[in-house]
């Protein structure tokens, strides 16, 4: 009897040993940096280079982006700001968002599923994606003037959504900067 007793213990703490472990959230941490006069961005995991984002000009609407083997096509109108990204081997159009300087959230849906952009702060350094409430992919800028870079988490694996996402986050970033830029100029307008 005692016997059957200490093996179910043993069943008990196995089980809800493995259930910790199973139910703890991943995170993997990305890397990603920009020269602020350079029209390529690239993203590494840890010391290796997983993808990138290469703009046609430096201030161009268009840009590809590559990661983990995939390319996409990445576009924005400027005076809307709607952006883009298409598959780039059939053309396909994956996603669009519009995004609002003075509206902290958008939507996009992808594969039937609506994830949501989240602007964190006021010099939009922090923003992240979400997906039911839940953050998926959070980005942090830490330099502006001398080179542009960051982190980025993904609290989930990784999904055709992810990569999808992880990319158009990057993207969006650089929509941002062109709006602080504009900002930038009209202040300089206005006051000379």
Not at 45 to 55: D, L, M, P, Q, Y
Not at 138 to 156: M, N, P, R, W
């Amino acid at each position: 009897m005692m016997r059957l007793w200490f093996g179910n213990l043993y069943l008990c703490i196995f089980f809800v040993t493995c259930m910790y472990f199973l139910s703890t959230e991943t995170m993997e941490r990305y890397f990603w940096s920009k020269g602020i006069l350079k029209n390529q961005l690239e993203i590494f995991h840890g010391s290796e280079r997983i993808g990138s984002i290469v703009w046609e000009s430096l201030v161009g609407s268009k840009a590809h982006g590559k990661i983990n083997g995939r390319r996409f096509i990445l576009s924005r109108e400027f005076f809307l700001s709607k952006l883009e990204i298409f598959d780039a081997n059939n053309q396909a159009l994956l996603g669009t968002i519009m995004i609002n300087l003075f509206n902290p959230k958008s939507d996009i849906i992808i594969n039937g599923k609506r994830f949501e952009l989240e602007v964190k702060n006021f010099w939009q350094s922090r923003w992240s994606w979400k997906f039911n409430g839940d953050e998926l992919i959070t980005y942090q800028s830490h330099e502006f003037l001398t080179k542009d870079k960051g982190s980025i988490e993904v609290f989930t694996a990784s999904t055709e959504e992810i990569e999808i996402l992880l990319l158009l986050g990057l993207f969006v970033r650089n929509q941002f900067i062109l709006f602080m830029l504009m900002i930038l100029i009209l202040l300089m307008i206005v006051i000379f």
